[in-house]
């Protein structure tokens, strides 16, 4: 299968490998010397300087583990939110009492800077601004170094759902400011899910000492004390933070630039084949269009579930459908984590096919993720 | 290494084959089939006909999903430990806010079923009772079923802590009328950590629907819901799913009544050892030392660091060390998952070389868990 889903992704054979290693004692030298080189390899990739946490849990867990480590009861926070996973983090907030305003805007459009600013000038209240790097729904990325030049400007606390860009595509946490940053596993990063990565900088610390939300699985300081021995307050999964290295070994030995590179390359490919099938993508600004998923409106008359089932089982191409609004309107191509070109071009091949285009041609078999 | 901690436990090769499978999409159809096998197996396994939820987190998150999908703020709850993982259950339920009354017995004893039936007599307030099924941190095995009798009786909600028992020790979840039972991946299950099951029945719903305390990631109205479509909430540890899937079969192959005579048998094996070898048992009643565990107290003189290192280092078998105030008191024996006699022998002869028994023999070496 071409596994084309904005996450999970393909498993490099290396990963495989570690996965499926014998398990050791989470509080020996083994385990924290591996646990040691994710923390090390990782605070390299975010480019900081400062802490990053990993957590046993989804990304979900992450965006919640942010809410309750950074915030009080009742506590206003902005919202910047271009799609359900920006509405899932404003969500999570909401569940445990946090006072939400909300900067919304339609489907397919990024957050403007500006407006960013407007709202931040328009309510001294608001200590904090959560926004989505890369939203996964629509396959649209944010102006994040201007949005956080903003937030910055205003002395707010600036979270970043960065689950599906970080590792892809460029964020540098220290220089732009970002107080804390968050992502998973089974992004960029190349393994199954369960680990939920978070960098945390001095403001979020501050923000973490003041914070009165109840906590106790997620709670970053256990997390932080723990990782000075190489170790988790909570048994951790064990055999993904051995992945984790195997994976970051593979990017830190491609670097970071060259990874970046790449997403931009099969990004570009995708969206350059989108348009070449007629397709309108669900962004409206190309130069806000992800590098790591492609989100396309559906023709008329096409379903959504037939052409997911026939690019399946005909062409054994997987890609994902909508969420929320966009169900049975939009498809989407992953393109994040261990990719090249010829994946892209066979999903396209195969979507070719599937929309009946005239000169439609068989897909072609190429192996999966061959630059490996 | 034999590692004989009491989890992570080694992983048998059938599991080792799933984790490496390459991954696929969790809204998917061999995602959806793996996943409700899984629950169809555990249903049978917890002895229940209700649900059991699988969720993306370490054991401690099992613990934390328990107190907020069933408590509200001030609500009283009893907390009957026997040890430090009976404490932890306590701290997340007052991390929370819950007012956790307490029945504490000292290291090495089991708790009484009777001083339960007082605590809940004297005490009407208290709406639920927090109890470990089996205390990790000193080998000691509750009276679950007579336990479980008095709070039926009288009439409050059970959850049962059940970590490192079930799967390895009987527990009939609704013959006893447990009402919510927790355990974690890497125990009894052969799997590495980061899933926690978590059975619960029509009273454990009933409460939930009362419970005010703020969740999200953990919410179990969520879980039960996507379970229905073979799904989850939020992105899971697919890999880990794959290999509990195969571990279940090898459970249910083996023969659920065959495994817990296995566990028996290496029980027995272990506390007769190490009493061999004139050691004294931290659990002071033989008949609630536990069958996946054996604690012992440390001869004067050895010191926990250089026995475990020596094990280790010239043996190749990995013990685990005390907990809490019994840290450098006591070591551990892990005999739980994947393993039987062979294992344990090879642990009790490494053993007898580091306490320079006169009789001390060089460790024969077994094949890993050879009965597979």
Chains 1, 2 share one sequence.
Request: proline share 6%.
């Amino acid at each position: 299968m071409n596994l084309r889903t904005p996450g999970p992704t393909p498993l490099p054979p290396h990963v495989r490998e570690a996965l499926a290693r014998d398990m050791v004692d989470h509080r020996g030298p083994e385990f924290a010397a591996s646990f040691s080189a994710c923390v090390a390899a990782l605070r390299r990739l975010f480019r900081t300087e400062h802490d990053v946490l990993i957590l046993t849990g989804s990304g979900s867990g992450g965006l919640e583990s942010a809410v309750v480590n950074l915030f009080s009861p009742g506590e206003r926070v902005l919202s910047v939110s271009v799609g359900s996973f920006g509405r899932r983090f404003a969500q999570v907030a909401e569940a445990f009492g946090v006072d939400v305003a909300r900067l919304d805007v339609p489907a397919g459009e990024a957050a403007e800077p500006s407006a960013v600013a407007a709202a931040l000038a328009a309510a001294a209240t608001i200590t904090s601004v959560l926004v989505t790097h890369n939203e996964t729904s629509t396959g649209v990325t944010n102006d994040l170094p201007e949005i956080a030049r903003v937030v910055r400007a205003a002395e707010r606390l600036l979270v970043v759902d960065s689950v599906s860009a970080i590792g892809a595509i460029p964020l540098e946490m220290d220089a732009w400011g970002c107080d804390v940053v968050i992502t998973g596993a089974q992004k960029s990063w190349m393994i199954p899910p369960g680990l939920t990565m978070i960098g945390v900088g001095p403001r979020g610390w501050e923000a973490h000492q003041a914070a009165r939300l109840p906590r106790f699985y997620w709670d970053w300081t256990r997390a932080r004390k723990s990782a000075e021995k190489g170790q988790t307050p909570w048994t951790p999964a064990v055999g993904l933070v051995f992945a984790l290295e195997a994976a970051l070994a593979m990017i830190e030995s491609e670097s970071l630039e060259r990874v970046h590179a790449r997403h931009r390359r099969v990004g570009a490919r995708a969206r350059a084949g989108v348009a070449d099938l007629g397709l309108r993508l669900v962004a409206r600004d190309q130069a806000r269009a992800s590098d790591t998923v492609t989100a396309f409106w559906l023709p008329d008359g096409l379903s959504a579930s037939d052409a997911r089932r026939r690019l399946r089982d005909e062409h054994g191409v997987v890609l994902a459908g909508g969420q929320d609004e966009l169900a049975g309107k939009i498809l989407r191509i992953g393109h994040l984590g261990y990719v090249d070109v010829p994946d892209v071009d066979e999903a396209l091949a195969a979507l070719r096919a599937v929309l009946g285009a005239t000169d439609s041609i068989p897909a072609p078999v190429f192996a999966r993720s061959s630059r490996a």
